[in-house]
C-alpha cells in the first residue's frame, strides 16, 4: 500500500505539471534532462579509455573489411564459373539451331517418309521431333537470357562492392592515424597538466568518434548490399505460341534453303 501511494503520488505531481507547462514543454524537459545526465556520465568516462575504445573500433573494422573481402572473392569465383556455363549453353543452342536447320531443310521435300542413320521416320515423326527441338531451344534462350542477366547483376555488385572496400580501408587508415594522433595529444596534455598547464582539445576525439561511427554504419550497408541474387521466377505462358513447329521455326530463323533444297 505504501509503494503504491508513493506512485499515486508521483502520478499525481506529474499530472499538476503537465496541466500546468503544457504537454510539449514536459517532453522537452524530461529530454533536457536525460541528455544532461547522459553528458555527465560520460564526461566521466577518463579520455584515454574512449581514445583506447576508438582504437579497438579500428581494428574491429580490419575484421569486417576482410570479411567483405572474402565475400567479395565468393562473388568473383561465382561469376566466373557463370560465365563458364553461359559459354557452354550458347555453344550447344548454337549446335541445336544447326540440328534444326537440317530437320526443316528435309521437311521442304514433299514426302511421306525420311531416312536419318539408316532409319526410317514419317513425315508426322519429324514434325514432332523438330517441334521438340524447337521448344528446348526457346526454353534454352530464356535461361540463357536469365543467367546473364544474373552475371550482369553480379558483376554490377561485385564492383560497388570492390569500390565500397577500398573506400573504407583508405578511411580506417585515416582513422588509425587520428587514434595515435590523438594518443600523442593525450601525452601532451597529460604533461601540461602535470606542470600546472593543462589545454586539451576535445574536438578532434568527437571527429574521430563521428567518423568511426560513419565507418561502421557504411561497412553493416556493404554487408546487406552483397546478397545473393535469384533467378527470376518464372510466368504464366499467356501468349503461348501454337503455330506448327515449321512456321514457328521460319518466323525465327527465316525461310533458308539449304544446299539440299536447292539441288532439288
Do not use: C
Not at 4 to 11: E, N
Not at 25 to 46: A, F, H, M, N, W
Not at 233 to 252: H, K, L, S, W, Y
Request: proline content about 2%; aromatic content about 6%; charged content about 35%.
Amino acid at each position: 500500500m505504501v509503494k503504491f501511494g508513493r506512485l499515486a503520488w508521483w502520478a499525481i505531481g506529474l499530472g499538476v505539471v503537465v496541466a500546468t507547462i503544457g504537454v510539449g514543454t514536459t517532453v522537452s524537459y524530461l529530454k533536457t534532462i536525460r541528455r544532461q545526465v547522459g553528458e555527465e556520465i560520460r564526461d566521466l568516462v577518463p579520455i584515454k579509455f574512449e581514445i583506447d575504445r576508438l582504437a579497438g573500433m579500428t581494428e574491429d573494422l580490419i575484421r569486417d573489411i576482410q570479411a567483405n573481402q572474402k565475400v567479395a572473392a565468393q562473388l568473383e569465383v561465382e561469376a566466373d564459373y557463370l560465365r563458364r556455363e553461359i559459354d557452354a549453353q550458347e555453344k550447344a543452342l548454337a549446335k541445336s539451331r544447326a540440328q534444326m536447320q537440317k530437320l526443316r531443310d528435309v521437311l521442304r521435300e514433299s514426302k511421306e517418309e525420311y531416312t536419318f542413320g539408316g532409319q526410317k521416320f514419317t513425315r508426322a515423326d519429324v514434325e514432332k521431333d523438330l517441334a521438340r527441338r524447337l521448344q528446348r531451344y526457346k526454353d534454352g534462350q530464356a535461361l540463357l537470357e536469365s543467367k546473364k542477366q544474373l552475371l550482369q547483376s553480379r558483376q554490377t555488385t561485385l564492383q560497388a562492392a570492390v569500390e565500397k572496400i577500398r573506400e573504407f580501408q583508405h578511411q580506417r587508415e585515416m582513422l588509425a592515424q587520428k587514434v595515435e594522433s590523438l594518443k600523442a595529444e593525450l601525452a601532451l596534455a597529460e604533461a601540461q597538466q602535470a606542470a600546472g598547464k593543462f589545454h586539451f582539445d576535445s574536438s578532434h576525439l568527437a571527429d574521430a568518434k563521428r567518423l568511426a561511427d560513419d565507418i561502421e554504419k557504411r561497412i553493416r550497408v556493404t554487408q546487406r548490399m552483397m546478397a545473393g541474387q535469384q533467378l527470376p521466377g518464372g510466368e504464366i505462358p499467356v501468349d503461348a505460341d501454337d503455330r506448327p513447329a515449321t512456321e514457328q521455326f521460319d518466323a525465327m530463323f527465316g525461310k533458308e534453303t539449304s544446299s539440299v533444297a536447292k539441288g532439288r
